[in-house]
């Protein structure tokens, strides 16, 4: 079972809208979360972290976290064309070294 | 500044040949390793990790293996490649020590078997 969860799978975006993305962990043993964005044929590129409860805003970016739940969101306000990507949430684990990564949400932003 | 670099860009190779795909960090001393493999549009999983220079650990068998010969290098190689190898290959490091690490990926190593 995928340990890092997101939904929805992809969303369209008007330019200028606002797009909210979700992600649960449905392992305990999580602790911190991130967002990447990674533009088409291009590698991933760190987002925004987030490891304590409560909201976390940089720009046009807003990132919440429940550390109860598990779940983190991702919203993009006021969305642009360059917008468009493979959004992928990942989670550490305690103890743990590596990311482990959810199966992405891929945004597409129309004019 | 950090900066990470991997080779080659891309790879186009036969079912049964070897490979070899590098990464190299800059500016960083004894950073934690890792390779990371996506199929196409598809999320990322995670193959191997070093926290120091010869040891290396597996997360997932995919019939590679991978090495540190060095402080500032991590090689991911097989000898005999499969279909199913067909992919992106990223290299990413993060601070040394466990916790609240982000990860950085390089630019990747795209890999087409035939």
Redesign the interface.
Known sequence: QQKVQQSPESLIVPEGGMASLNCTSSDRNVDYFWWYRQHSGKSPKMLMSIFSNGEKEEGRFTVHLNKASLHTSLHIRDSQPSDSALYLCAASMQGGRALIFGTGTTVSVSP | AQTIHQWPVAEIKAVGSPLSLGCTIKGKSSP?L?W?WQAT????Q?LF?S?TVGQVES?VQLNLSASRPKDDQFILSTEKLLLSHSGFY?CAW?PPG???????????SRLIVV
């Open positions: 934690n890792y990371y549009g598809g999320t990322l995670q990790y926290i997360v990223l993060s466990q916790g609240r690490n982000t990860l950085y990926f390089g630019e990747g």
